[in-house]
């Protein structure tokens, strides 16, 4: 399907019918349909084979110039004289949906369409980890082009993962994952999913009608849920910080969670993933894809938040917390930096170590020396502020993804357990000097030296303010 959006103003009422009067601003196209599932895929690294059937207009050469212009994005798309290609043509004013236009025919496959459809899909199989059935039931897809997809894919070992808007779910028997929205699983068992101990009860029913592997139920403002075969129910909570638009939200959806799932996550985790994704998306206008540094972001976000509401730290955490962060990390292909310091009272230098340290990596720890070894090194009066006091500062720093403390003198111990991707100090230092970098260094990781902002540290920021100090 090509999607196009129209953002227009609505500064009146028309003189001719109580509607608003349009005027247009601008036009955006973008894959929709099964093209908005597999620009979904690449834009989360995965390469997309997209098969679909469109006619022979201006329509379908627009959606083919923005399969080429996606990377990695490959486009075998059928042509066919006896249809047009589906167009959604949405109107939007105040980045509110006015009106939705669709061009459509909706028949039956003719049997040209149909083989050319199973030949296209017949070549990209071998290749592929998986394939996902996007059906808007627009007669592209019907019980033959479905049986061939299943009973290859089987043949093959591939898992089908699908996302239908068709009635007769038993045509998916043997897939992997269907993923219905409670609408849909309403309308297809004839049970009520109004509440959660009802949605699972017809998840079971539905795992039984169509004998797939798993139901993945979206649940809109309530997160979504997953029912597996084996009896395990999984379920998340909505995540959208704000909702603008869920055009696609679904595609987003079924695409993130059959890369993860494919990629070696449990289908609980799959699910946690594309549920971060469909909160991400939904925050955006019209047919949307999302890009894996925002996924990152959210899932960190949602991690944090978990472990605030278990009565954990948010990011102040203990070393093994720290280790099973970092390992998490470095499987999403992250690097991570180290650095350390009393930062007793924060300055100007220290926001610019700070900013330069993340700079260096992708997600930064910080190690404050406690109160005993900020005395031991700094001497009695040290230190102004506590170690409680000073994690609470760099909790809330941008820059500063995790905040350890240590006892010791060096943070050597903490480093030899991390062994970070880089080590960030002060340019005060010397890479000869720098605790812990012939570890780094062992490991393959690098040693990067900041500049000072020159007359910036705590001890002159004591010196100045006792120089200050009036008696009366």
């Not at 109160?371 to 500062?393: E, F, M, T, Y």
């Not at 991707?421 to 720098?434: A, H, N, Q, R």
Request: aromatic content about 4%; some cysteine; hydrophobic content about 45%.
């Amino acid at each position: 399907m090509l999607d196009r959006f129209h953002y227009c103003d609505a500064g009146r009422i028309s003189p001719e019918a109580p509607v608003p009067v349009l005027r247009l601003q601008k036009t955006m196209m973008t894959l929709g349909g099964a093209g908005n599932v597999a620009r979904n895929v690449a834009s989360l690294g995965g390469q997309a084979v997209l098969i679909g059937l469109v006619g022979e207009d201006d329509a379908a050469r627009q959606i083919r110039d923005l399969a080429g212009q996606t990377p990695l994005l490959a486009a075998n798309l059928v042509s066919s004289p006896c249809r047009p290609t589906i167009c959604k043509s949405r109107y939007l004013a105040t980045n509110q949906q006015v009106v939705r236009v669709d061009e459509e025919e909706v028949r039956p496959l003719v049997e040209d369409e149909r083989a050319a459809i199973c030949a296209a899909i017949g070549s990209a199989l071998p290749d592929c980890d998986a394939v996902i059935l996007s059906d808007y039931s627009k007669g592209a897809i019907d019980d033959g082009v479905t049986d061939f997809i299943l009973r290859e894919a089987q043949v093959r070992s591939v898992p089908v993962f699908a996302d239908s808007k068709h009635r007769d779910f038993s045509r998916y028997r043997g897939a992997a994952c269907i993923k219905p929205n409670a609408r849909e699983l309403a309308q297809v068992t004839g049970m009520d999913t109004d509440s959660e101990a009802a949605a699972v009860a017809a998840a079971r029913r539905l795992l039984e009608i169509s004998g797939a592997e798993a139901i993945l139920v979206t649940l809109a403002e309530r997160g979504m849920m997953l029912v597996e075969r084996n009896g395990t129910v999984s379920s998340a909570p909505a995540r959208a910080r704000q909702v603008f638009d869920v055009s696609g939200a679904g595609d987003t959806v079924i695409s993130a969670f059959a890369l993860a799932s494919v990629s070696g996550h449990l289908p609980a985790q799959a699910m946690r993933i594309a549920n971060a994704a469909a909160g991400v998306v939904v925050g955006k206008l019209g047919t949307a894809a999302i890009e894996m540094p925002e996924l990152l972001q959210a899932l960190e976000r949602e991690e944090r938040e978990a472990r605030y509401r278990a009565g954990g730290p948010g990011k102040i955490a203990a070393l093994a917390e720290a280790i099973r962060l970092r390992e998490l990390w470095r499987q999403r292909g992250l690097s991570v930096g180290f650095t350390n310091g009393c930062f007793d009272i924060f300055h100007s230098g220290h926001v610019a170590l700070l900013v330069s340290a993340r700079a260096a990596c992708d997600r930064l720890i910080v190690a404050l020396n406690s109160d005993a070894s900020v005395r031991r090194l700094k001497g009695a009066s040290r230190p102004v502020n506590s170690l409680n006091d000073r994690q609470i500062v760099m909790e809330a720093l941008e820059p500063v993804d995790l905040v350890l403390s240590f006892e010791e003198d060096t943070p050597l111990d903490l480093i030899d357990a991390l062994r970070p991707d880089v080590l960030i100090k002060g340019g005060d230092y010397t890479v000869e000097t720098v605790v812990g970098a012939n570890l780094v260094h062992e490991a393959g990781g690098t040693v990067v030296l900041v500049d000072l902002v020159e007359g910036q540290s705590t001890t002159k920021v004591l010196e100045r303010a006792s120089r200050n100090l009036v008696a009366v």
